[in-house]
Every structure is written in C-alpha cells, then in structure tokens.
C-alpha cells in the first residue's frame, strides 16, 4: 500500500455540508424540511395502510418492508444535515465536526440500508415472475412464511456486505486535512480523502458494488425476461396491461435506485468530483425516496383503496382498532 509518512488514523472528520453558501442555507434547510416531511409521512401512510388492511398480499409485504428501508435510510442522513444547516459550526470556519466511530456507523448503516433494498428490489421481481408466469402455483409457492425469510435475507444481506466494506475504508490511512466536502460520510468521500493510490484500496467498493448491485440486477433481469416472454404469448389484450401496471411501478423504483447507485459508485476514485457528487447525493438521499411513496401509491389500486380507508378513518376521528 502507498500511504505518506504523515497517514494518520483521525478522530473523526469535519463535514462541510453547504458551508460554503451561508446564503443559501436557510432556503435549503427549508426545502430539505420540507421534502424530509412528505417523505415520511408518505411511507408512514403506506405502512399504516397496509397493516390495517383485511388481506396482504406478498407484494404489499415487500412494498410494506421498501417503506420501512426508505424511512430508516432518510433518517440516517437527513436529520444530522438539517442540524448542520440550522446551526452551522462557524467556529471552526469549515464543517461540523463528526466522530470517526460516528462516521463509521452512519457509512454503514446507509450500506446496510441501501443494499437491503437492491435485494428486496430482486424478492420484488421474484414475485412478479411468480405472479405472471406462475399463477396457478403462486400461492403455494409465495406463502407469508417466504416473504418472511427473503425479507430476513435481504437485511442481513445488506448488513454484511456494509460491516465488510466499512471495516475495510476505515483501516485505510487518512493523512493531511480531515475535513468531507459532503454532508453525510459517503463511501466515495472517504475513498477520495484517503491518502493512497493504489487501485487495491478500490476493490472492497468494487466487490461491495458486485454483491448489491450486479447479483440483484441480473436476477431482476431475469425474473422481467421471464415476464416479457410470457406476456408475448400472452393474447389477451387486458391481461398483458394488467401485468404492465402491476410491473410498472416496480421497474420504476428499480430504475431509479439503481441508476443513482450505479452512476455514483460503480466508478474509478480518479474520476470524483467532491462538489458533484455531493449535488448529486442531495437529490438521491433526498428526492428518489419521495418519489417512491407516490410511484407505488399512485399505481397500485390495493394500496390507493387502503390508504383511502385510513385517511377517511381519521377525518372521522374513529379509533384505529375500530374495524370499517
């Protein structure tokens, strides 16, 4: 490994968030508040709408468990930048400052979560594979029991690739100045600051990226492969578009997830740009996991009929235990 004398193992970083635009701040917090809100409060409906509704059907599982996954991956980087940005550190003239096991743990858990995701995204496809090309053996095959154990796989999945990969970008040498131009501790942040050029120090990113994006996209891409050749042997006209709406909304969170993911660290270090790239994670911590709620809600008729009981529930002030 190629690391300069002075390669130190820091205390923790300085984040410097938007500090350089005290002018803006206030407009951003404002905006980043109020995205933050409708965010959890879109998948805090869609949780509350599924488990108060009679029958769940494996596919509102998966959507009830992605809700779940974008609530906790906003609040693992959103709170701690409205914080930066309402209170500033001028003192320090640069950023806030945040621990190294702080770091560490929040770089971590936003692995864990995001690849949590990308597996559950392959379950999901899974499910619509069953659906299309196996109806009449979907629900023996399909039971709560499955969705139960790959929602389980998905998460501990997640988990041990981000434990791996974080032991790893935090055992490299950080030398000279300690300070993130970024708001939350991203992996390609980290990589950037470490003083190393050796392309070895890439390959737990490489292997991570591997393990949560490839494997998941090619069982994705072969569930839809599966689907697009049943439904070319499909002749009714009204069954092709019932499949297309049940698979629409699905391959639109599958795009956006992995078109960020993928534009974002599926890349060599030499091509990080710290000023884009932190422009480019405020919109997919930000504005991806507000799309979903409304992408999934407003393409499932299950969950639009749901979510109409629950609001309709509380405008009449019933108890929440109270059957309708």
Not at 40 to 67: D, K, T
Not at 77 to 96: E, F, T
Not at 176 to 197: E, K, M, N, P, Y
Request: with cysteine; hydrophobic share 50%; aromatic share 8%.
């Amino acid at each position: 490994m190629d690391s300069p004398s002075n390669a130190t193992m820091p205390r923790g970083f300085l984040l410097q968030g938007f500090s350089e635009f005290p002018h803006l701040r206030p407009v951003l917090f404002l905006l980043l508040l109020a995205v933050h809100l409708v965010t959890l409060s879109g998948n805090l409906l869609i949780l509350v709408a599924v488990a108060y509704m009679p029958s769940r059907p494996p596919m509102l599982l998966f959507l009830c468990q992605l809700s779940a996954i974008e609530l906790c991956y906003t609040l693992v980087v959103v709170p701690r930048s409205l914080a930066d940005l309402a209170a500033p550190c001028l003192g320090l003239g640069r950023g806030c400052p945040i621990s190294f096991l702080g770091c560490a743990v929040q770089m971590q858990m936003f692995v864990a979560l995001g690849g949590a995701e990308c597996f559950l995204l392959a379950a999901m496809a899974y499910d619509r594979y069953m659906a299309i090309c196996h109806p009449l053996r979907y629900a023996a095959v399909v039971t709560p029991g499955l969705c139960a154990r790959l929602a389980l796989a998905c998460c501990l999945g997640g988990l041990a690739v981000s434990v791996g990969l974080t032991v790893a970008v935090f055992h490299l040498p950080f030398c000279g100045s300690h300070l993130l131009v970024h708001f939350f501790c991203d992996i390609t942040a980290l990589l950037h600051l470490a003083c190393t050029r050796s392309y070895m120090d890439e390959l737990p990113l490489l292997g991570a990226c591997l393990v949560l994006l490839l494997l998941p996209l090619v069982l994705i891409l072969a569930s839809y492969g599966a689907i697009a050749t049943a439904l070319h042997h499909q002749h009714s006209p009204g069954g092709r578009r019932k499949a297309a709406s049940t698979c629409g909304s699905h391959l639109a969170v599958t795009f956006l997830h992995y078109g960020c993911a993928t534009f974002m660290y599926v890349r060599p270090k030499a091509s990080y740009s710290p000023q884009r790239d932190r422009t480019l994670a405020l919109i997919y911590t930000n504005v991806t996991p507000l799309l979903y709620p409304f992408i999934y809600s407003l393409r499932n008729c299950e969950v639009m009929v749901a979510i109409r009981r629950v609001l309709g529930r509380w405008q009449l002030g019933q108890p929440q235990g109270q059957s309708v």
